[in-house]
């Protein structure tokens, strides 16, 4: 049976030392069938945009597909994404954190608005699954850091944020997201 082998890599460790390119190469060298390319440094993390230009070099520089990755949370990022870097695909990283429809948006081929009510529910239901899947006390840990994500922007959320890193039981977690929901105003079962 053939697996197909693929690579991710960062464009460089710093501005001053970008090798995705010469990676990129010797992993096509050596049998890799694709290779996916994030457009930041290490030294970066996760600050500044990603550099499309890195991504577009790697393309250049070899023979296999490249998959381009970096600040794609909608249908726009992706196409533009493409469109720019001549990339075969683009991978969703963080920007798929709190925010699932990015997806959708990108399968039906348009942006999507999620509303504050939506990304609520979507915390409630990310929460349940959780609790489903790793019980009550790990399910809910876990939850904490997604949930955040999914509250990210909403106005008024960092109060919520920070009650819900102390919460323990799903139950009150529910509670206290159905509670910040109709303090805002939005409409959540």
């Known amino acids: 049976m053939t ?3 693929t690579v991710k890599m960062r464009s460089g460790w710093s501005s001053g030392e970008i090798n995705a390119p010469l990676i990129a190469r010797i992993c096509e060298d050596n049998g890799a069938d694709a290779v996916t390319v994030h457009g930041r440094t290490k ?7 990603a550099d499309r230009g890195i991504i577009t ?7 296999i597909p490249v998959i381009a990755n970096g600040d794609i949370r909608t249908w726009s990022d992706h196409k533009a994404m493409l469109e720019e870097t001549g990339a075969a695909a683009a991978a969703i990283g963080r920007g798929a954190c709190g925010n699932p429809w990015a997806f959708l948006s990108i399968k039906e081929g348009r942006d999507i608005e999620v509303s504050p009510a939506e990304r609520i529910q979507g915390a409630i239901r990310h929460l349940d699954m959780l609790v489903e899947w790793a019980g009550e006390t790990h399910g809910v840990i876990e939850a904490r850091k997604h949930i955040a994500w999914y509250l990210h922007g909403i106005r008024g959320a960092g109060a919520v944020r920070t009650r819900i890193m102390s919460l323990k039981k799903a139950a009150e977690v529910r509670e206290t997201l159905r509670e910040f929901a109709v303090r805002s105003g939005e409409s959540v079962l």
């Open 3 to 5: 697996v197909p082998v």
């Open 43 to 49: 030294e970066m993390q996760y600050s500044g945009a």
């Open 57 to 63: 070099l790697v393309r250049k520089a070899v023979g």
